[in-house]
């Protein structure tokens, strides 16, 4: 027919394009010596004129980082494996070596170690390329990612092994200054400077959002049942809001200065609140009613936070005069001061595991890790920030720690490891010039034994 003659003069006329062997550039097999076909005389080259012989399609191979990760996931298969196969209190006692790194375990492993929950070695630090104050960090439940939100209004995500940059969010133009998680685990709740309160969904997509303050919400504590939570701000009041509809059913009024922090027992209908106002500074709320229970005349400065242990019996409040108090609420009384903080306490947080163990961190930009049952800190880092520390969130696991500071970085804290080399003095984790040597363990011989068995029985 005419149509085919047509195409076979087409196809005699044109003649086939020179095929070469040459490296394809922008092939991600390029450095292992992988090859591919391209056109001869189509591309650029290095040199920039198209045409040149060495074809370029412009992706350039990105030269290999060395990145440090913590990776839980052995340790909590160890875990797994004692359960099934290790008999009763059978623990395996770590000795000063590296060779007991795979002996370690999280925190859950060993309910009786209470020094897992001591995470004083700075293992990496994060910031922002727009550098700004950190105001509130949170860990998604799965632990896979750390939330940050600066002052900017912007959400940062790092991951949570490597504590690499994922991505970045903007939420609005006002500063995100608290964040929170339902106990199911779906929704994420933030207020920012506006007084605007938003829920977030864990793809981190922004579903609903209410003004419910007329100024800074300072923090937002969710109810056991999930249907209601408390949320504080300057404008010095506890509102009661109904989580499904997003709407305010009461505030609580008796505070004469801003509210800085509350929290809603873990079990019970008890909201306890911490202010600025030196008379009133802490007080026990009944949210159903929209009463003042009971104040507290604890502190005689700012009250900046405020925590339930997750027993409900102890309650943390922490304060500007430096101090940091444990109240039974069994007795309404004071049963231990925490001193040791040079300015004033700003954020307290237990620790997942163990329920007498938490940390704090004040103006200076300190880290105190405490014991409920003792007034001496179990460890202390005096240079852990350069400046006032806004927040910090355990690990759901235990095993490390995220601070957040007025000084733009947001610091990830582990556990040391068997051997590390700990230095006398106080803080030298934040420099990184500790735990990086080990003993000499090459002629180390077992005690009682010489001659030939020693020499045997030597560590090497």
Sequence with gaps: ??????????????????????????????????YGYRPAGRGRGRGGAPGDELGFDGKRVRKAVK?????YHSSVIRLREQRLFAKPRETTHLQPHPSYYPHMVVPLGNPGAVADAVTTKMFHYVMNKDRRPVFCCKWTPDGKRLITAVS????TLWNGHTFNFETILQTNSKAVRTMTWTHSQTFMLSGDDSGLISY???????????PIHQNVVRQISIAPSDQKFASCSDDSTVRIVDFLRLEEESALKGHGAEVRSVDWHPTKGLV???????????????????????????????????????????????????????????????FQIFRGHKKGAFVVSWHPTFESVFVSGDQAGALYFWDITQEKELASMETA????????????????????SNDHTTKFWTRNRPGDDLLAEKG?????????????????????????????????
């Excluded at 977030?200 to 209410?210: E, K, L, Y």
């Excluded at 009250?303 to 069994?330: C, F, Q, Y």
Aim: with cysteine; net charge neutral.
């Design 272 to 334: 306890a609140s911490g202010s600025k106002d030196g008379q009133q500074p802490v007080k026990l709320w009944d949210p159903k009613s929209g009463k003042s229970l009971r104040t507290l005349h604890c502190h005689k400065n700012c009250v900046n936070d405020v925590k339930w242990s997750k027993n409900g019996n102890w309650l943390l409040t922490a304060s500007r005069d430096s101090l940091v108090k444990a109240i039974d609420i069994r007795t309404m009384k004071e």
């Design 152 to 155: 900017s209004g912007e959400f």
């Design 200 to 210: 977030w969904q864990s793809n981190m997509a922004n579903v609903a959002g209410a």
């Design 385 to 404: 920030h350069d400046q006032a520390v806004w927040t910090m969130d355990w690990h759901p696991l235990g095993h490390l720690l995220a601070s957040g």
């Design 428 to 460: 030298a984790a934040a420099s990184g010039d500790s735990y990086h040597s080990y003993p000499d363990y090459s002629t180390a011989t077992i005690p009682g034994m010489s001659g030939d068995y020693a020499e045997h029985y030597s560590y090497q």
């Design 67 to 71: 990145r440090l990760t913590v990776d």
């Design 1 to 34: 027919s005419a149509s085919a003659a047509t195409s076979l003069l087409v196809r005699l006329a044109v003649p086939p394009l020179a095929m070469d062997r040459r490296p394809n550039v922008g092939s991600d097999v390029f450095g292992g010596g992988g």
